[in-house]
């Protein structure tokens, strides 16, 4: 909790639910009927409207992304290090939206929301939503909102594969996209891990086939697992060394199956605490939309000439020890633009954080966020 | 099913049961008042007993290493790559012993087994057994054996391990170790994966506290995911990919979350499989074992120092895309004995297949490992 606000936070902010009470038909076939969306927003929208940044967030992500809920609350949003006045996504330049996905589990409609169709919740009835339908959804978004063009959509890992998608959406409503830590596809090991996060959650008896609201339970043991093993992949092997090493929480090995190693007790906790505020058909729902993206499946798995459609810049960064996105998938997706003749500034960025570094406030992270930023504002004040 | 046995095989063999009445006492402090070990034998043990090479196996290995149980069965032994006339552990000159560790689920006394104390099996109540446990009992294994000294312990991963520990603990009995895909210790990040499987484990209902057995119940969904996100693990990203890619099972997405790719399905078989046929109680000994294992810990984390007690020639190998046990962690170890001026060859092989390399025949990694043992067998014959 602060005692008092941080100078470079954008302060006390307040999220919005916005009804939409028109059919979307999303790519499985299905329509929702109608839906809400909860959203934050930073800074003013300057009078033609060109000052507007997307935020996308990740796989366990949501509006929340920056400043304080109240004076009481622990942590900021989840990218607060880089949303902010004097920050790379600069509140006194550009007015920031931040939304919860669709399917998400903090307040826009989800699995958890009631289906109008039976009056009860969703559950395992919510349709699977992809990476292009939440960009509909935003682009619905931006038109409540006034926004005509985006002066840039942003987003890390699953946010940034958005991001990427606007570009080929609506070639026309986006200015730049930054794309950062993130994959024009999975890879097979990646959709490997997904799906043992699935099955922790699906084979837990307290999942219900997904109905596990209508039996007052939570299938706790199956979430605790995927965060488990969604966490490993988020770290390097050497942050985790640097952090936990093989350090133990006695002096002596115990000889037993109880958390002894640190690194043990850590994952628990974050295991244990994800599964007390995270809805398991949404993540369900997240890790699909992660395997299902890929751009360049529906043009002969030529990402090249997908991104022909594109009309944006492109920032495209990714960091050294990120296995689960590897820099080599962005230089990929770098190559791909160039290929097709787009413009791009890449930098991997060295830091030890793993995957989770697209998160964390290194300095070379932060100069190149910024500067890139920066000439996006003065494109906007020119 | 073999029509016929392959001319380089070592044939049928037949695993037989040998009992130690005499107690032994573990690292943990608790004493086996007896066991029982599985052993194979291949070759034929020379008249001087110096040409006998012992087989070390890995998390999820057994005693049957090389040949064919009998003509109905599918797949030869879990090394047969390996261990055969003219193959590198060449049983034209070496006496070869392959057992199943003590905890294991093969026949060895294990959790399954009766505990005499109680007269109902040992299940959570088998003490947890490490390296240095199975090599104190393969010791007395080699005393039943007849044999002084091994012409070489060889094993892989895990069953490097232990041979990285016999040229601790029994220096004087030890000509080579073969420490192949291994590390002299685990990281963060590869305890954290054990602790993942261990929790699938101990969190499904069906587990009841390691009891399983009284209840009538295998859980199987645990071991599924223990299996699931070790074999991850196991392979490189690369060999999924090739193996796998982003192919669907069927044409087109389902919007869903059975599985449609196919890395998916084959993951779950993999899973099923194991769930059939491996106990839960063996599995959390085995990755506790891993854990613990750290000759190092005892000289101030000093890998050389603890390296001045062997006598053995080493050979190290390791395998570019492993990533579990990097070729990083074996160039830790190989510089330690270098340190600690043992003699010792190491190459790091070229392979796509990851940690699992190290069972897959490939040429320069045949071909390394030969050269090393028939210089082995060159001493015994001298």
Not at 69 to 93: A, L, V
Not at 323 to 341: C, D, G, H, N, Q
């Amino acid at each position: 909790m602060p005692d008092s606000l941080p100078p470079d936070s954008v302060g006390l902010v307040q999220p919005q639910t916005l009804h939409f009470p028109e059919p979307l038909t999303l790519a499985c076939g299905q329509a929702l009927p109608n839906y809400d969306l909860v959203v934050e927003t930073y800074g003013e929208l300057n009078a033609d409207a060109s000052n507007a940044v997307l935020i996308c967030h990740a796989l366990s992500g949501h509006h929340h992304a920056a400043g304080f809920h109240s004076m009481d609350e622990r942590k900021p949003g989840w990218w607060d290090s880089c949303i902010g006045p004097g920050k790379p996504i600069d509140t006194n330049h550009f007015f920031v939206v931040s939304l919860n996905n669709l399917g998400g589990c903090h307040g826009s409609t989800g699995p958890a929301s009631i289906n109008p169709d039976s009056g009860r919740a969703y559950g395992p009835d919510f349709p699977v939503v992809t990476v292009k339908d939440w960009v509909e959804s935003q682009a619905r978004l931006a038109d409540r909102l006034g926004i005509q063009q985006w002066a840039a959509v942003v987003g890390g890992s699953l946010g940034g594969m958005q991001a990427l998608q606007w570009s080929l959406s609506f070639p026309e409503r986006i200015r730049h996209a930054v794309v950062i830590a993130s994959t024009p596809r999975l890879t097979a090991q990646n959709i490997a891990f997904n799906e043992v996060a699935r099955k922790a959650i699906t084979s837990d008896p307290d999942f219900h086939d997904g109905r596990y609201c209508e039996h007052d339970a939570v299938p706790r043991r199956g979430l605790m697992l995927a965060r488990m093993v969604g966490h490993i992949t988020y770290l390097s092997d050497a942050s985790m060394g640097e952090k936990f090493g093989r350090e133990l929480r006695e002096e002596a090995y115990k000889f037993g199956y109880d958390a002894e190693f640190q690194v043990e007790s850590y994952l628990r906790y974050q295991g244990e605490r994800f599964s007390e505020t995270f809805d398991a058909n949404t993540y369900l729902l997240m890790t699909r939309a992660l395997d299902y993206f890929d751009p360049a499946f529906e043009y002969g798995n030529d990402l090249a000439k997908a991104l022909t459609q594109a009309r944006c810049e492109f920032l495209v960064l990714s960091f050294s020890t990120d296995w689960r996105f590897t820099p080599a998938r962005s230089e990929e997706l770098v190559k791909a633009m160039i290929a097709a003749r787009r413009k791009v500034s890449y930098a991997e960025i060295d830091a030890p954080w793993g995957h989770d570094a697209f998160l964390i406030p290194t300095p070379r992270y932060m100069d190149t966020f910024t500067a890139y930023m920066s000439r996006v504002a003065r494109e906007v004040n020119a």
